[in-house]
């Protein structure tokens, strides 16, 4: 798990970003504050200033695989927290040459495990959040379910409700968890084939904030469903890496003998297997994307069939968040036209 939560990119060298936050105690406390990133950085807590990085440091590379690292030089102090809130604010400046990745806690202890943030896995330590009286408070997210889903399931720190394309389902409640969590499966009545909308409302306690109301992905049952053309990342399949087929079929007229036929898939990413009529044509690895089907095709009823392939940037960009899958990486799917191109 990376440790540089805060992520920002811009265009512009030199941009500011200022993170402000509230760190809430019970009492008073010293506690160890780390902080790092390559950019250039200063923190001030409540108003006096903690941590100063003047320069910014070149943009890191991890040589075998000639990929962005941003590794730094954390720096550490013991900084004294006062009962009640205390103020963080947080200025980071774009650089040169890569993103603005940086982080703090208040722990020099590791994780107990690689896919736990640092500073963020021991409740007994500060964090950031604004200290409220016991309660619960409904936090509702809203996201595009995949096609061919049949079952849903998530675990929810608090009661929760979920409504498909504006209808409410009914969810099974399987176990209230040691540490409170609930954990329900929504077993669909009928399958959506295509994409649709999700609303989940959970009524978390009044210390959760957005994303920490689901301490786990949610994880969907799919069996076969239908996909239009374009980027899966639109239509529920953000995080998922492997292949999907697109089948077509159509009448043809009486092939003209002598000449050619071109199939053109117009555009797509990454690759792409063709079959036509259970037989196969082409491996497409790099644009264009077309081959030829000559011989392959006849007069009557014919079937193409075209299997697109991603690769784990989408698991690790979103699945098991990294810091070396880009935004570039991630369209997936076939985007077309699709074309059938005839040559005398």
């Keep these: ?55 910014e440091l070149p943009p890191g590379c991890y040589e075998p695989w000639s990929i962005p690292h941003y590794e730094c030089e954390p720096r550490e102090h013991n900084i ?24 703090f806690r208040f722990s020099a ?45 998530f675990l929810a720190r608090g009661p ?14 399987v176990e209230i968890t040691p540490d409170g969590n609930y954990r329900y499966i929504a077993d669909l009545t009928k399958q959506r084939d295509a994409p649709c909308l999700l609303a989940l409302m959970v009524a978390a306690p009044s210390d959760s904030r957005a994303g920490d109301a689901l301490p786990e992905p949610v994880c969907f049952d799919c ?18 890496s492997g292949a999907a087929c697109y089948r077509r079929r159509l009448e043809l007229p009486e092939i003209p003998a002598g000449g050619r036929i071109m199939l053109d898939l117009g555009d797509l990413s990454p690759t792409a297997s063709v079959e036509i009529n259970g037989r196969h044509a082409s491996t497409l690895l790099v644009p264009p994307w077309r081959c030829d089907v000559t011989g392959m095709l006849h007069a ?23 810091p070396y899958a880009f935004a570039h990486q991630t369209p997936s799917g076939l985007f077309g036209p699709v074309t059938l191109i005839t040559t005398s």
């Design 300 to 322: 009557g009823e014919n079937e193409i069939a075209i299997t697109i392939a991603n690769t784990l940037a989408n698991h690790y960009s979103v699945g098991n968040p990294s």
């Design 223 to 240: 069996e076969t469903g239908l996909i239009a053309l374009g980027d899966w990342c639109h239509h529920g399949l953000a995080s998922y």
């Design 80 to 103: 004294a927290l006062h009962p009640g809130k205390n103020r963080l604010v947080i200025k980071l400046v774009q650089p040169v040459g890569q993103r603005v990745r940086a982080f």
């Design 1 to 55: 798990m990376p440790e540089e939560f805060l992520d920002f990119q811009c265009e512009v060298p030199g941009s500011v970003w200022y993170v402000r936050t509230v760190i809430g105690v019970d009492k008073e406390r010293v506690v160890p504050m780390i902080i790092g990133a390559r950019c250039a950085y200063q923190a001030w807590l409540n108003g006096s200033e903690m941590f100063y990085q003047k320069d």
């Design 109 to 153: 202890d590791p994780a107990p495990s690689p896919l736990m943030l640092r500073g963020f896995h021991d409740a007994s330590l500060p964090r950031p959040g604004l200290p409220e009286p016991p309660g619960r408070h409904g936090i509702r997210f809203r996201f595009t379910g995949p096609p061919g889903m049949r079952m849903v399931r």
């Design 160 to 173: 929760a409700c979920l409504w498909i394309d504006g209808t409410p389902q009914s969810l099974d409640l």
